[in-house]
């Protein structure tokens, strides 16, 4: 369980019908992260800035990878949090931009980066994004996430706040 319990249960909605929220998925349970305050927000990236911060020890996060679809400015919000932390603001890219041959991609050559995302369900897009980012020779560090609903272990760990309840994959 988590030590925000609280924060998290006021945004969960859970039903007796599995919701479909995605062409593949199904779940009982939905989180609603846009209604989190942007003190809600600022809150929990403090706490994923310092576990992403040990995780990566000795190195430090240099890029963070916003995926597609955030909703409530995790990526800046952690930013912010690890400057708090450490003297040095790391560099926020969507992963939109990355893909925009502008020059981001050379931007995370040889660069510790974090995939981060409001809500990591099966790991698929992240998986792109991790393989995507591995080709164009930036050091994926961790996965980070307000809430982690992975079938299982990924190429790096996954620093999330809350770990969610599971989804059922549909063919």
Known sequence: MTIYKDLFEKITERYSVPIKFSKNC????????????????NTLSAYL?????DVL??????????????????????????????GKMPKVISLNEFNKGNGARSATK????????????????CLEAHSELCMTGA??????????????????????AMTGDPVKLLD
């Open 57 to 86: 020890s000795p190195e430090e996060p240099e890029i963070l990878v916003e995926m597609p679809g955030s909703t409530i400015g995790l990526a800046e919000a952690v930013a912010e949090a690890i400057n708090d932390e450490m």
């Open 26 to 41: 199904e779940a009982n349970t939905f989180y609603r992260v846009e209604d989190l305050t942007a003190e809600d927000v």
């Open 110 to 125: 040889g660069k510790m980066v974090v995939i981060i995302n409001d809500i990591i369900t099966t790991g698929k897009s």
């Open 49 to 53: 800035a310092k576990r992403t911060i």
């Open 139 to 160: 050091k994926v560090g961790c996965w980070l996430a307000l809430i982690d609903r992975t079938f299982g272990p990924g190429p790096v760990s996954i620093v999330a």
